[in-house]
């Protein structure tokens, strides 16, 4: 079924950085696609970031664009989000979540992990 | 840009059946995924590409979508059920994944 686990979350000051990673195991992480999702306390799922198989050509959400980067190293089977100009607004929960389907952009997230939290506060 | 709008609650007694909608623009070609998120445990993809179940999961889940509406359907509701479940849509047009605001299930 194959899992994922975060780490890196913590506490950090507004305007600094952070870098998350996602480990990959248990399944071939160079042929599914991988996203980062959040959540504030209390809120709703937030999608943040997609980084396709091959690595190119990511995308991310307006609200966290040109501050964040996704990227992944599929030797080391694992996924990153550097977090720059950290905001209050970004305190929240971060997953990552594997596309289903393999080779593929779209369709559901059927694998996530537990998250790990990040807390943005002077 | 595209939006996704789910109510915020929606309540059922044991053994009903709850449907929970999720409305956008038009769904037309796009696949509508549903998850289930309970309190301090990550979400799980309860249905895919509109009304396909991930294997384990129970038949009591179904899904559908017509125009601007899909639907999340839970029969013969548990307490288990309770939980806040979730829409997602990936838009091709801006290559971004897209989430509802939830909705609240409470099983009374």
């Known amino acids: 079924q194959g899992q994922l686990e975060e780490s890196g979350g913590g506490v950090v000051r507004p305007g600094r950085s952070l870098r998350l990673s996602c480990a990959a195991s248990?399944?071939?992480?160079?042929?599914?696609?991988i996203n980062w999702v959040r959540q504030a306390p209390g809120k709703g799922l937030e999608w943040v970031a997609f980084i396709p198989y091959h690595g190119s050509n990511p995308s991310y959400a307006n609200s966290v664009k040109g501050r964040f980067t996704i990227s992944r190293d599929n030797s080391k089977n694992t996924l990153f989000l550097q977090m720059n100009s950290l905001r209050p607004d970004d305190t929240a929960v971060y997953f990552c979540a594997k596309v289903r389907g393999a080779v593929v952009s779209g369709g559901g997230l059927d694998i996530w992990g537990r998250g790990t939290m990040v807390t943005v506060s002077s | 840009s595209y939006v996704l709008t789910q109510p915020p609650s929606v309540s059922v007694a044991p053994g009903q059946t709850a449907r929970i909608t999720c409305e956008g623009d038009n769904f037309g070609r796009k696949s509508v995924q549903w998850y289930q998120e309970k309190p301090g445990q990550a979400p799980i993809l309860v249905l895919y590409d509109g009304s396909e179940r991930p294997s384990g999961l129970p038949e009591r889940f179904s899904g559908s979508s017509s125009g601007k509406t899909a639907t999340l359907t839970v029969s013969r509701v548990e307490p288990g059920d309770a939980a806040d479940y979730y829409c997602q849509v990936w838009d091709s047009s801006s290559d971004h994944v897209l989430f509802g605001g939830g909705t609240k299930l409470t099983v009374l």
């Open positions: 248990g399944f071939i992480f160079n042929i599914y696609g």
